[in-house]
């Protein structure tokens, strides 16, 4: 899985903040700002990569055990969808 071309990822007032472009501007009805945490995870999805990927890295990352890590990934996966985010 990876992320839509079409969302961006930006910096605003120190602020990380999904930006929708193209057709995406016309159905995306939300503002998306990611801590620290969920933009490393944003970029990881820059490039196709399955959760246990986006789990291992994130724990390579940051001082986070496997638990806490699986099911912060699990969650932020969990809204890209909602949101039609993700290929």
Known sequence: ?????????KK???Q????PTGNSVLNFNAAITLNETAA???????????EQTLIQRLTDEYAVDKKTAEDDVRVF????K???ILE
């Not at 990380?16 to 930006?19: G, Q």
């Not at 996966?77 to 890209?80: A, G, R």
């Open 1 to 9: 899985m990876k992320i839509k071309s079409d969302f961006l990822l």
């Open 12 to 14: 605003v007032a120190d």
């Open 16 to 19: 990380n903040v999904v930006v």
């Open 40 to 50: 490393f995870l944003f970029e990881q999805l820059k490039e196709d990569c399955d």
């Open 77 to 80: 996966l969990s809204v890209l």
């Open 82 to 84: 909602e949101h039609e």
